[in-house]
């Protein structure tokens, strides 16, 4: 069973957190990891920096920028990761855009993950569509789960469709915003959770977007399996570096 399955099956509230790979300092990668685990954390996703970060809000965009002037990149962020297994158990996936995919070749690419350990790829800019067709074969090769966004604005039939090709989970974007965190979800957000939850997917739901503290993760996984935080990490790694991930995390749970 992949490990994210594996940890889906085991927990409920589920925390999730996005970094980007050698921010703040080039070799902070490996280090971020294996201090995320040992604080608690259930799933660590891997921002891969690229030069056009569409999705991204100002905290995210500006820690990319910081990696790929530290020298992050992908055959860099795959050489930081090889032996991480003999240390780390918890599910890794790498979140990022696919031109950087396309480029090292996308068989390429998922072979490398699957030789390191990393268990699933977010790429928002891949379609559902050109995935199916073109690379769901790959992807299921090397044991990789692809997953897949979804918004406020996705309809209904677009939300099954993804359900139906997913195999992990479903990044349920909190809002139609690029990332930022906020201090907690008004009504909409609210009842937009709520009509996700009532859909009954077969695969869970977790909340991304805006998620920042205790508040803001309780109200998210009220609704759904479990949330993601990344610039409120990222704001707390640039505050702090490295030194008190610990403290971090203990604020959220």
Known sequence: MNRINQKLSEKKNVLSI???AGYPRLNDTVKIIRELETHGVDMIEIGLPFSDPLADGPTIQQSSTAALKNGMHTECLFGQLAGIRKTVTIPLIIMGYFNPVLQYGVEN???KCREIGIDGLI???LPLDVYMEHYEDIFKKYNLA????????TSDKRIKEIDNASESFIYMVSSSSTTGARDGFGEEQMSY???MASLRLKNPLI???GISNTLTF???TAKAKGAIIGSAFIKHLAKNG????GDFVKRIR
Do not use: S
């Open 242 to 245: 490295t030194n008190a991930i």
């Open 207 to 209: 909340v991304g977007f």
């Open 146 to 153: 692809n997953i897949f966004l979804i918004t406020p604005q």
């Open 18 to 20: 996005y970094f980007t």
């Open 193 to 195: 959770f709520q009509r």
């Open 218 to 220: 309780n109200q998210a």
């Open 109 to 111: 690419f998922c072979k």
């Open 123 to 125: 790429l928002p800019d």
